[in-house]
C-alpha cells in the first residue's frame, strides 16, 4: 500500500517488476534510472547474492500529476528472477501498489514465464492480496530475439483471460520500458484517487 509523507506532501507508490530470471527486469530499471533526470531521482541500490540482484531506486515524475494536491513519488524494485529466492520475492511484493510482469521473448523460456505467474500470484495470495486487486502491466521482453516466441502464444500461457495490459519490448535499447512504466504508474494513481 503507498504511504503518505505529510510533511513533504508525498504520496510513495512502490511499483515491482516481477518476471523469470534474466528475462530484463533490471535492464528495465537501469535504462529508466539512466533517462531520469538526476534531481528527480534518488539512489541506484543493489543487493546482490552469489547468483541474482535486487535493484531498487525511487523517482518523482514530473508529468504524472498528483492525488489531492500531493506529489508522486514511485519506488522501483526488481525481485530475484530464481526460484530460490522466493522469501526475497515476498519481502519484495510487501506493500506493492502495481507490478510489472517482465516476460522472456526466449522460445526456451515459455515455462518460466508461465512458473513466475504462477510464483506471482501465489506470494500475492500469502500477502493477502487478490490478483485482480493490484494494477499489473504485461511486458513481452525480449522482441529482437531471433525466434521469439509470438506475443500471442506468450499471453496464451501467462494471462490467458488477456485481463492485463500489454507491451511488446526490447529493454536494452529501451523500447517499450517507459510506455510500461507509465502505464502501470498512471493504474496505480487512478486506483489511488478513486481509493481517497
Given at each position: 500500500?503507498?504511504?503518505?509523507?505529510?510533511?513533504?506532501?508525498?504520496?510513495?507508490?512502490?511499483?515491482?517488476y516481477?518476471?523469470?530470471?534474466m528475462?530484463?527486469?533490471?535492464?528495465?530499471?537501469k535504462?529508466?534510472?539512466?533517462?531520469?533526470?538526476?534531481?528527480?531521482?534518488?539512489?541506484?541500490?543493489?543487493?546482490?547474492?552469489?547468483?541474482?540482484?535486487?535493484?531498487?531506486f525511487?523517482?518523482?515524475?514530473?508529468?504524472?500529476?498528483?492525488?489531492?494536491?500531493?506529489k508522486?513519488?514511485?519506488?522501483?524494485?526488481?525481485?530475484?528472477?530464481?526460484?530460490?529466492?522466493?522469501?526475497?520475492?515476498?519481502?519484495?511484493?510487501?506493500?506493492?501498489?502495481?507490478?510489472?510482469?517482465v516476460?522472456?521473448?526466449?522460445?526456451?523460456?515459455l515455462?518460466?514465464?508461465?512458473?513466475?505467474?504462477?510464483?506471482?500470484?501465489?506470494?500475492?495470495?500469502?500477502?493477502?492480496?487478490?490478483?485482480?486487486?493490484?494494477?499489473?502491466?504485461?511486458?513481452?521482453?525480449?522482441?529482437?530475439?531471433?525466434?521469439?516466441?509470438?506475443?500471442?502464444?506468450?499471453?496464451?500461457?501467462?494471462?490467458?483471460?488477456?485481463?492485463?495490459?500489454?507491451?511488446?519490448?526490447?529493454?536494452h535499447?529501451?523500447?517499450?520500458?517507459?510506455?510500461?512504466?507509465?502505464?502501470?504508474?498512471?493504474?496505480?494513481?487512478?486506483?489511488?484517487?478513486?481509493?481517497?
Amino acid at each position: 500500500m503507498s504511504t503518505i509523507n505529510f510533511a513533504a506532501r508525498e504520496i510513495n507508490c512502490k511499483i515491482v517488476y516481477y518476471g523469470p530470471g534474466m528475462s530484463g527486469k533490471t535492464t528495465n530499471l537501469k535504462h529508466v534510472f539512466g533517462k531520469v533526470p538526476a534531481h528527480l531521482r534518488g539512489e541506484m541500490v543493489s543487493l546482490a547474492t552469489e547468483d541474482e540482484r535486487t535493484l531498487f531506486f525511487d523517482f518523482l515524475p514530473l508529468d504524472l500529476g498528483s492525488v489531492k494536491g500531493f506529489k508522486t513519488r514511485f519506488h522501483l524494485y526488481t525481485v530475484p528472477g530464481q526460484v530460490f529466492y522466493n522469501a526475497s520475492r515476498k519481502l519484495i511484493l510487501r506493500g506493492v501498489d502495481g507490478i510489472v510482469f517482465v516476460a522472456d521473448s526466449a522460445p526456451d523460456r515459455l515455462r518460466a514465464n508461465a512458473e513466475s505467474m504462477r510464483n506471482l500470484r501465489e506470494n500475492l495470495v500469502e500477502h493477502g492480496i487478490d490478483i485482480r486487486d493490484v494494477p499489473i502491466v504485461l511486458q513481452v521482453n525480449k522482441r529482437d530475439l531471433p525466434g521469439a516466441l509470438p506475443t500471442d502464444m506468450i499471453r496464451a500461457v501467462i494471462d490467458p483471460k488477456k485481463e492485463l495490459p500489454i507491451f511488446e519490448a526490447t529493454a536494452h535499447n529501451g523500447r517499450g520500458v517507459f510506455e510500461t512504466l507509465k502505464l502501470v504508474s498512471k493504474l496505480v494513481l487512478d486506483r489511488l484517487s478513486k481509493a481517497s
